[in-house]
């Protein structure tokens, strides 16, 4: 490793950390689907800079992109697919309060 | 050492405007703020020798998925004016530990600062990200076209009768 | 030649799109053609070997592996996607959806099977993601509230295990720069970075456990089990959580982590838990497929004390458990699925005597539960046998006697259930209900001899299936 990159490895995982601990407060404390959704953005960017520090640390730069661009794939699927889910329910209940969602009890 | 300086302005913007995200009252507002904190994200990947996925990131994520999460904000009604005022005392009630809580864990890993002495493994050889993915990883590959056929079925089952209606 | 297990899949989902409409109705066909190839490719040794292609064919060439635990996934797997589309006919009515339903259990096999043959830790990952989106959209396929509402937080939750199970592979590249088990597995043999090691095994599990929903983790999976249409509750408790999440934690703890003392204690901490507390959350349940949801959690609680044991025994036990939990359950749930059909309704308080009026149903829900519970000489009573004697060779003397007690708490859920639905007398108002229709009755049949035929040879079976499983 580089200074360089030393020098910058643990600010980079301090925020990291912290983007973390946005999108769990996000998700945890909201009562909103699409805000949820949000919150679920967030924790997979956290992931995504996680990574790409990681591929930059160890010089697998090319490695790590490949799998980024996977990664941005695989998550535009699921925020499209969760995005067709939000909509259904919001036509059934007209609303986007997560406090509706008692049907089921888990 | 101003390439450090550059990179910490940078980390810092993006918690800054993920935290707006999270902690805006409009929901639109909100979706601006996920596309800002993405555009952030772009900018420190380019930073960390991974412009092709800075690419892929600028574009898909600040972009493609902002017009998804619009589109839904949009498709979906806003909430009547006495709501939003109850909304808006909720919401503080609920967000304002949120920034406090940033800042303590801020401060107490910037004191930890842990070294790292990390052994790291051998370099790789191939530096273009394409021939990678090309060559070494197929099956990833196969993997996004599934993917991307699942989306396809999905966004046909759940999108066709939201236009009808 | 193991790529012939998810290009074949590919290929028919593509060419079913040019169809035309008349051509769509036969899409179910398709697809139990396609699991009666996988089936039929489980046992076939030219497919399972996996030579090298050449010339032309190498494009095709992925690096995929079976061994004797993949290759019973594979077999639950097929049978699971058979049994769904006979089950289906009636729950999936409108021509346009059947052909959906038939395209999405194409994508959901290529995705499991790809979990289940990849060696690679992100392509993992990648098929993960891929079996999870389709069963999203199978959840919500008739876009009905409660199934929208199950779809939604089960989302929710495997997303948040997603995101744990990428930090913990972000974690493992930084000691080992490759993701391949074999450079992985020697990469984490040399390094001295313990407690990053650690960390990573911690949030993998962690991420893995929600997957699986056992009992600290459960949060979505009574929801989205119970919303689900019947084909699809079949399913996700068939095979859908046990490959992304009981499958896979196996394959990561055995291939690359390795068996260390406080792991071992983790999982067996983690499987008493479920096991106890899913059969005691069971018994509180008044909707039938609520029950068989929490009953799920209680068995995937044994399928990991059985692999706690970390021993040769205890994980061939495991994997015998998988098997056996696969086929009685989703008898369980062809029953349920035929009871809603007749009935309208899962309410277990207003149902009684049912089984005079569906004999085949009765009957062989009285199998299944007999196998659940460990009844000899059903199925399910060599693999808990198995299981328990595991953890006393290991000197978990305790963790065995509560193994024990908690198969006799499965007993008494499957009593009560019997009881209120199938015993008794006939409730007024259920006069009318006759047995359900033939795609309802033949795969309650073939599951039926599944779980006696096992269970009656098995002698034979552990010998020649579930021993050499773990000879590897």
Known sequence: MSAQALTLFWPFCLFIVILFIIGFYCLLVTFNLIRALIGLELLIKAVTLLLVLVGYVTRHEALIQSLVITLIVMEVVIIAVAAGIVLGLHQHNKSLDVRQLRNLKG | ?165 | MLSLLILIPLAFLLLMNFLTLKGRRMAFAVVMALSFFQIYAVFCPTIMANRPLHGLASVFDFTLAVDGLSRIMLLCIAIVIFIALLVAAPFVKEEDKRFYFAGLMILELMGLNGVVMVRDIFSMYVFWEVAAAASFILIALQKKRDPLEGAFKYLIFSSVATVFVLSAIAIILLISGDTSFAAIREALRVSPHSFLITLAVGIFLAGLFMKAGVMPFHGYLPDAYASAPAPVSILLAGVVTKTLGVYTAMRIVIDLFGFSASLQSILLCIGLISAIFGALAAMGQKDLKRLLAYSSISQVGYIFLGFGCGTPLGIAAAIFHIFNHTVFKSLLFVNAAAVEDRTGSLDMSRMSGLASRMPVTGTTSVLASLSASGVPPLAGFWSKLFIVLALWQCGHYGVAATAVMASLLTLAYMLLFQRSVFFGTLEKGLEGVVEAGFGLTLPAIILAVLIVGIGLFFPYIVHTVIFPVVSY
């Open chain 2, 1 to 165: 050492m101003l390439a450090l300086n550059i990179d910490i302005v940078v980390l810092f913007l993006m918690a800054l405007s993920a935290l707006w995200t999270v902690m805006t009252r409009s929901l639109l507002r909100s979706a601006i703020g996920l596309a800002l904190t993405s555009a952030m994200l772009t900018i420190l990947m380019f930073r960390l020798h991974a412009p092709l996925a800075a690419v892929f990131e600028l574009s898909v994520c600040s972009g493609l998925i902002s017009v998804v999460f619009i589109a839904t904000i949009s498709l979906t009604q806003p909430m009547s004016q006495e709501k939003v005022l109850q909304h808006m005392k909720d919401r503080l009630e609920r967000f304002w530990y949120l920034p406090i809580l940033l800042i303590l864990t801020g401060i107490v890993l910037s004191f930890l600062n842990l070294k790292f002495n990390l052994i790291l493994p051998a370099p790789e050889i191939e530096k273009d990200p394409r021939i990678v993915l090309w060559n070494q990883r197929p099956l990833d590959l196969l993997g996004q076209i599934i993917m991307l056929l699942t989306g396809a079925f999905g966004i046909v089952i759940l999108f066709r009768e939201a236009k009808k209606k």
